[in-house]
């Protein structure tokens, strides 16, 4: 059974970076895209970006360059580099991997930007 394993959250100071990764545990065929969503306190999951397997990236306007997105097919996992980091953007930061046959979803890590 294929599973998502996300590492890479934290506490940082406003201005830090983080980088976050998103590794499969299995073989997963058809993967057509990838995303990484986030969920503040009290808000909806929100899109962060996405990156479709022809490499076409789409960004929230809130963190367009400062967040990128890449991957390693090789390897199955995906990575969201965050620099220039706000207070704004903590929250639960969760990627996923989306198949034609489901959709693979990472547990979940806790992004905190803080002073």
């Known amino acids: 059974q294929v599973q998502l394993e996300q590492s890479g959250g934290g506490l940082v100071q406003p201005g830090g970076s983080l980088r976050l990764s998103c590794a499969a545990s299995?073989?997963?065929?058809?993967?057509?895209?990838t995303a990484w969503y986030r969920q503040a306190p009290g808000k909806q999951r929100e899109l962060v970006v996405d990156l479709t397997s022809g490499g076409s990236t789409n960004y929230a306007d809130s963190v367009k360059g400062r967040f990128t997105i890449s991957r390693d097919n090789a390897k199955n996992t995906v990575y969201l580099q965050m620099n220039s980091l706000k207070p704004e953007d903590t929250g639960v930061y969760y990627c996923?991997?989306?198949?034609?046959?489901?959709?693979?979803w990472g547990q979940g890590t806790q992004v905190t930007v803080s002073s």
């Open positions: 299995g073989s997963i065929s058809g993967i057509y895209a």
């Open positions: 996923t991997f989306y198949t034609r046959s489901v959709d693979y």
